[in-house]
């Protein structure tokens, strides 16, 4: 992210937030609580929070209203690390060059601890008292889109296809459905999600989304690349580990240069759905320009 | 269950149900959607759908406004088999007679299936379009004491403390502990959730906890003790597995006498708690019975 101090600032808050939400490592059960604030707090980008706040800044609505639901989507993205680095999933050792939880905290509590945290990601977004001058019907509605985003036709139906296909012969089509899937769905629904709880109209949710989807895939593509050419201290992750088990990635499917473009293209298309908003979507189109400009 | 006409009729309505909103079997990912239905429709007792609907009655309510929740309720029951049978926890081949999830389609789909059954609960419980009749407070009430009632201090935390307490010393308190959130707070919860969709009063929620409670516990009590003295055919399931494992159970602890005595005292407060409903009580004192006198 340009850390410039608009980030920086819904950094620090959505830190402190999840600090708060997620339950104190010396409550009972010590360990469970312990491995869920390992993960949660092991250097991530905060991607999806920060989409969630410059949605309700683009929308002009109040961010009080809108910092429990971004805490929830970490939550959620931090339980999907978790169980996809399980030996039975992705089987890998590191994250953000730290041991993945599995490695650290045994496979057994690495797999509660992600059901912990999916449930507790639900357990805020349906806590009312969290949400200032929400109806229950938007909050509701907010938590359901959630649901259906990261369901099994959503971030899991991606990462079960990811799976069976290893090893598999090149395949755009599985290869859109994998990474608008894995990936796409939950960022489309931060952006889409932080917009309703500030109270977007239909027209502009509409062109969130087209948002969202775009930048959803441009940020896979990248992710894709950088596991050919990217620096490992960087990125936290061994490079070539997609090579190495087999996956499907653009640059194995389009060839580097192709892929290069694509998310270019999907970038530009990012930014022209911005454009309804002028000025007050800056913060967006920042998100959009650094994902594609990441270390290539 | 005693399967009079009553039971039955709740039964086929929530498997009904369970059909209609679980993803159809050739929708893709076939695979992953295959495994949730299997591990859904492997022959279980609806033992918390049927106390959903039961306390629904008891207060009078409108039953189709609470069968969605009894659905979602019987997800999370079966999300939490199959996580907990996985060879990382408790390596489980057998379930209600049958392969469990991860022995027929594999650990990395297991896991996923598990996964996505959780969040399909969360999705019904919060799509407003499935409840006739009920306000968007109620059911993101609902649904946020459903989350609480699964979450680190509730049903996962009762199954990791489980875990941890393997081979360990007899401790009254820890067993206490495990069983009352393993199995205790989703029982409660189908009680209480059933009975507030059906727009019970303050008072009536506080008594149906009090039974909740105490069925739950007995529930495990007697659980604990036909794994001793059961009949493998009848359980669909290893007898003697408690053991073998090394795990803290109520006979372990207090001896088979003390266990049945305590079993039986818990349900006879759980059906005191009930007498203030009268004789619309009846299906779930027929519950409590039924937990008592299975096999023993």
Redesign the interface.
Same mark, same amino acid.
């Given at each position: 992210m340009p850390l410039t101090e608009y980030f920086k600032e819904i950094r620090r808050e959505i830190d402190k937030t999840l600090g708060t939400l997620l339950?104190p490592e010396n409550?009972?059960?010590a360990?469970?609580?312990e491995a869920?604030r390992y993960s949660v707090f092991a250097g991530g980008k905060r991607l999806r929070p920060m989409l969630a706040i410059s949605a309700c800044d683009v929308i002009g609505g109040d961010r009080k209203a809108v910092f429990p639901f971004a805490s929830a989507l970490e939550l959620v993205h931090t339980?999907t690390l978790i169980?996809d680095d399980?030996p /039975? $999933?992705d089987n890998d050792d590191l994250r953000r060059g730290q041991p993945t939880s599995h490695k650290k905290f045994?496979?057994?509590?690495a797999?509660?601890a992600?059901?912990?945290l999916?449930?507790?990601a639900?357990?805020v977004m349906?806590?009312?008292s969290l949400f200032n001058n929400v109806?229950?019907?938007t909050?509701?509605?907010v938590?359901?889109q959630t /649901? $259906?985003a990261?369901?099994?036709?959503g971030t899991?139906?991606g990462?079960?296809?990811d799976?069976?296909k290893e090893e598999a012969e090149p395949d755009l089509a599985a290869l859109e459905?994998i990474h608008t899937h894995k990936t796409g769905k939950l960022i489309t629904v931060s952006v889409t999600g932080g917009a309703t709880l500030a109270g977007a109209e239909k027209d502009q949710i509409d062109a969130l989304t087209q948002y969202g989807k775009n930048i959803g895939l441009a940020f896979q593509i990248v992710d894709d690349i950088l596991d050919v050419v990217g620096d490992e201290k960087s990125l936290g992750k061994d490079i070539g580990s997609d090579t190495a088990k087999g996956k499907m990635t653009y640059p194995s499917v389009l060839g580097m240069d192709e892929s290069r473009k694509l998310a270019a293209r999907l970038t530009d298309k990012a930014l022209q759905s911005l454009e309804m908003f002028g000025d007050d979507s800056t913060p967006l189109a920042d998100i959009a320009k650094y994902i594609i400009a990441r270390n290539f």
């Open positions: 339950p409550t009972y059960p360990e469970l609580h869920m339980y169980h399980l /039975a $999933l045994g496979e057994s509590t797999i509660m992600g059901d912990a999916l449930t507790l639900f357990e349906t806590n009312r109806s229950a019907e909050l509701i509605d938590t359901s /649901a $259906l990261i369901g099994s036709t899991i139906g990462q079960v296809v799976l069976a459905y």
